[in-house]
C-alpha cells in the first residue's frame, strides 16, 4: 500500500477482475508520483584534533599509512619528533599510545577543534608515468555501518588478527589517528579557499570548511553505489564494527577522505 502525493486517501495495488480498468489507472498514477529518495551515505563534519605549533615542524611529525612503514623506515620516523605520528599509529603497545595521546593533549601538543567542520585536503604529486597531477578530497566523519548498507563497497579481503589490532588500539585510545581513503565517482563542489591553509606540509595543503554543506556529496554517494569502492585502509574501516555484520561495537565513526582526481 502507497500513498501518492496529492491523492488521498491511499492507492492501493490491487487487482480484481472487472475493476482492473480502474485500478490499473490508479497504479500508473502511483508509479510516476511515487519516488522513493535514494540512499545517503552518513556523512558529517567533525571536531578535530590536530598538532599545535608547540609540537613542532609539521614534516616530523607525519608519516605514510601504518601498514606502508617498513622497520627502518618506523626508526628513522619516531627519531624525528617525540611527537611523530607513528607514535599513535604503530605504537610500542596500544596502553604506551593512548598515554601519549592523553599527556599530549594535557600539554598542549595536539589540541580539539572547538567547532565540528569539513577539511579540503589538495595533494599534489608525480604518478608513476611521470606526470605531475593534483588530486583534491574531502575530509569527513563516516558512519562505521555493514557493507550491506552499500554505502561503501569493498574491493579486498582483510585479516582478521589485522582488523583486532586496529580495533585494540581504538579501544584504547578512543580516536581515529588515520582516515581510510574512498574514491566517488562524481564531481566534487569544492574551490580553492583563497586564504592559506591551515596546514602545508610534503606538497599537501589542508583548508577548513566551516559552512560546507555535505548533503550532495551524500546523495551522490547513495545514486552510485555501483560505482564507489573503498579505496584502501578497510582495517580502519571494519574495525570500529569488529568485523561484524551488526555495526554494533567500538567507536561508531572513522575519517573519510573521499576523493576526485583531477
Known sequence: EGRVQGLTPP???RFAGGERSARSWHCQIRRRALVRSPPMADLKPFRAVRYSGAAGPAADLVAPPYDAVTPDERDRLLACSPYNVLHLTLPESDAEAARLYREWLDRGILVREDEPSSWLLVEDYVGPDGIARER??????????PYETGHVLPHERTYADTRQGRRSLLEATRVQPEPIFLLLDGPLDAELPARTPELTVDGTRLWRLEDFDLAPLAALAGRTADRRVCGQRHDRHRSPRGGRGDGSAGPGRCRDRRIRRH
Open 11 to 13: 492507492v492501493r495495488n
Open 136 to 145: 583534491r578530497g574531502i575530509v569527513v566523519s563516516l558512519a562505521a555501518e
